[in-house]
């Protein structure tokens, strides 16, 4: 059963998870392609393969790091409701962003499975937007929030491409 101090940080996330993600992954692309399966991309139909398995990456990371900012940090994904402390464990061991590498390989599975350019198109344009806002924005807020710990995770863990092995921060 879940004490009252995580109730808030768990329905903040929920909400989120829908409000976020939810429209971004999910009710954007389906209005782009209507989840209508056209020709493959590059005419070359394997290439669907490659899409159902970002789509299932992407939902079990996507629900790994809410479900991990909620109960580990004390908060919500939200800026509005940011953890208490910075999340470092699981997915965040092997890569800062997981969170964001999620939906952008939601994005990009369906483009894949369905054979839609513009959904393609509109991934690249998701990723684009979440980086700028990552450097411009959350970087230095998360720097100025954790100090050192977080330096050091950053000069551990990149920002998009996984570590092949974990991060394991010294105690």
């Known amino acids: 059963m879940a004490s009252n101090s995580r109730i808030g940080p768990i329905t903040g996330s929920v909400i989120f998870l829908f409000v976020a993600p939810g429209v971004v992954a999910g009710l954007i692309p389906y209005w782009i392609s209507g989840w209508q399966v056209g020709p493959a991309l590059g005419g070359i139909e394997p ?8 789509l299932l990456l992407g939902a079990v990371l996507l629900a790994e790091t809410f479900s991990r900012f909620a109960l580990q940090g004390r908060g919500t994904p939200a800026p509005v409701y940011p953890t208490e402390t910075l999340v470092i464990t699981g997915s965040y061991r092997f890569v800062r962003n997981p969170m964001y590498v999620a939906v952008v390989s939601l994005i990009l599975g369906q483009a894949l499975l369905f054979g ?25 807020t998360l720097e100025r929030s ?4 977080y330096e050091r995770y950053r000069a551990n863990v990149r920002r998009w491409i996984p570590r092949l092995t974990p991060w394991i921060p010294e105690q």
Request: proline share 8%; charged share 10%; no cysteine.
């Open 47 to 54: 290439v669907r393969w490659p899409g159902v398995l970002l």
């Open 146 to 149: 954790f100090g050192g710990q």
């Open 116 to 140: 839609s350019l513009p959904v393609l198109a509109y991934g690249a344009l998701i990723w684009l937007t979440v980086h700028l806002f990552v450097i411009s924005y959350e970087e230095p």
